[in-house]
């Protein structure tokens, strides 16, 4: 897809010979687009939810919920994580963790606010049935202290960062693609941000060759896109 | 799922099971069926649920399970004996005779236990270092204990002051009881006998809020009260979660209260033949 995407951008640019993008520029673009598309997954998740219980949203085709349901949940990720002196050491890719289990039991997240009144708790405190877990920085713990086995954590993982590899070629002309490069990483949405992805990419090309009209044009796709959306 | 004729059968611990619903498995079907994006309850914290579920589980006690425990115990010398760990509130304290029947005891309505306080010879109260009175020995103690019934004070004037009390009106019936009597100070948790209770066995039955007494794993509830708790959960969490419409609290509210009545009512146990065994004396004849 990373292929498309960059020849779909530097079509557009070239088109009136407006500016090139290096490809070091283009991975850097598109790494910023695929976090950006990332990002919005959230907002439109609880946007399409509000509109989904005002019964503003059909089933099957016309549940778009569901679709962005789909496009995150390929960021899950389910991770077994042994207990290192008395602490559950964070996956480095996690972007935000959606589930944290025990033997089977589900472990409840404890916020630092209400740690102290529910360990004092003595009818719901955190216990071996209902077991409790704290966020700490770069690492979880649980409550009761007792339990020292593994977790199985369920997390959203942070996209990789995109990039487009290539060779030069020999006569000096543009570079050429090269997928089979060891450090190649293709652009881990799904295809059906293709369109999102290049004008994204382009709103930021716009500002780079100092030509607002593509940055204007972009914005323009990107909002009659938003716009058939609230309709 | 369900377990064979074989399997129910040759454990003991099956037996009669499938009268109740674990009260985990009630929070875990809170959660499942009543809590959700698309729901009225979109998102609670566990702890919260697991909460009212006990507070449920402790209503359910005090009110509609009729689930009263009974615990034996011997009395010694000191006539007084601890009250059981998961006790909640007294039923009946009676003593076993000899040939296993219960003799009911009454309460001691006229005794108190008193905290003494230490006074000087000028009746001033004494303190320690920290400014904690300090307490001495009740004397309603030392005198009760001074008391022997069963012996020669059976004759003594107070005694008889206490058989002869209410005597110019009648039999005053509220303390009359050839049973013995009992008084209970709650703060202290212990229950307290008359003289002639010495050496018995006495059964205290009471009721208790169901979760002391087992684990967390092991609270359980009736299926006639499983609507009950359900209903109840999700009323006290719609109570105390804001931006929820008027409207749908007392909807809830209703749901609860009816849901309460429903299980009353079930738990009643009445049955059509009680009720005609009962009625079988009613054309008898009174000589």
């Not at chain 2, 008391?147 to 004759?155: F, I, K, P, R, T």
């Not at chain 2, 039999?171 to 050839?178: E, H």
């Not at chain 2, 002639?196 to 050496?199: G, P």
């Given at each position: 897809m990373i292929n498309h995407v960059r020849k779909t951008v530097l079509t557009v640019l070239n088109k009136e010979n407006r500016g090139f993008l290096t490809p070091d520029q283009f991975n850097s673009y598109a790494k910023h687009a695929q976090l950006i598309l990332f990002e919005q997954y959230f907002s439109e998740y609880a946007r399409l939810n509000t509109l989904k219980n005002a019964k503003r949203l059909t089933k099957d085709h016309g549940d778009k919920l569901s679709v962005v349901r789909a496009a995150m949940n390929r960021f899950n990720k389910v991770s077994t994580i042994s207990q290192v002196g008395g602490y559950y050491i964070k996956p480095?890719?996690?972007?935000?963790?959606?589930n944290v289990s025990y033997s089977g039991k589900e472990v409840e997240y404890i916020s630092p606010s209400r740690q102290t009144y529910l360990t004092l708790s003595?009818?719901?405190?955190?216990?071996?049935?209902y077991p409790g877990y704290c966020d700490e920085n770069d690492y979880f713990y649980l409550k009761p202290s007792t339990l020292t086995g593994d977790i199985k954590l369920i997390y959203l993982k942070t996209p990789k960062d995109p990039k487009w590899t290539y060779n030069m070629s020999l006569s000096g002309e543009d570079p050429l693609f090269n997928?089979?490069?060891?450090?190649y990483q293709d652009f881990e949405?799904?295809?059906?941000e293709q369109t999102s992805l290049v004008i994204e990419i382009l709103k930021l090309a716009g500002v780079t060759i100092r030509e607002p009209q593509i940055t204007q044009i972009a914005a323009q796709a990107d909002a009659v896109e938003t716009q058939k959306e609230n309709v | 799922m369900g377990l064979t004729d074989k399997q129910y059968y040759d454990n003991?611990?099956?037996?009669?099971?499938?009268q109740f619903v674990k009260l985990s498995d009630i929070i875990n079907n809170f959660y499942a069926f009543?809590?959700?994006?698309?729901?009225?309850?979109n998102d609670i914290s566990r702890y919260d649920v697991v909460f009212h579920a006990k507070r449920g589980l402790q209503e359910l006690h005090y009110d509609?399970?009729?689930d009263i425990r009974a615990l034996e115990l011997e009395v010694g010398d000191d006539l007084q004996t601890e009250l059981p760990?998961?006790?909640?509130?007294?039923v009946k304290v009676s003593w076993v005779d000899e040939r296993g029947r219960l003799r009911p005891m009454i309460s001691d309505k006229n005794t108190r236990t008193a905290d003494a306080y230490l006074q000087d010879d000028n009746f001033d109260i004494i303190f320690d270092d920290q400014g904690t009175a300090i307490n001495g020995t009740s004397i309603i103690d030392t005198r009760l204990s001074g008391?022997?019934?069963?012996?020669?004070?059976?004759?003594d004037y107070l005694n008889k002051a206490d058989e002869f009390f209410g005597g110019r009106y009648g039999?005053?019936?509220?303390?009359?009881?050839?049973n013995g009597k009992y008084n209970i100070d709650k703060n202290s948790g212990y229950i307290r006998f008359s003289s002639?209770?010495?050496?018995r066995t006495v059964v205290v039955e009471y009721v208790t809020?169901?979760?002391?007494?087992?684990t967390e794993a092991e609270l359980q509830v009736n299926k006639l009260a499983e609507d009950f708790l359900y209903k109840y959960i999700a009323n006290q969490v719609i109570q105390y979660?804001?931006?929820?419409?008027e409207y749908i609290v007392r909807r809830f509210k209703n749901e609860s209260f009816a849901a309460m009545k429903n299980m009353k009512i079930r738990m009643m146990d009445i049955h059509p033949l009680d009720l005609t065994q009962a009625l079988k004396g009613r054309n008898k004849w009174i000589k």
């Open positions: 480095s890719d996690m972007y935000h963790h959606l003595n009818m719901s405190g955190p216990s071996e049935l997928p089979s490069a060891s450090d949405l799904g295809p059906e | 003991s611990s099956n037996w009669g099971s499938h009543y809590v959700g994006d698309d729901k009225i309850i509609a399970l009729n760990k998961d006790f909640v509130r007294l008391v022997n019934d069963q012996e020669g004070d059976a004759n039999l005053d019936t509220s303390s009359s009881n050839a002639s209770i010495n050496a809020d169901g979760l002391d007494n087992l979660k804001h931006n929820i419409q």
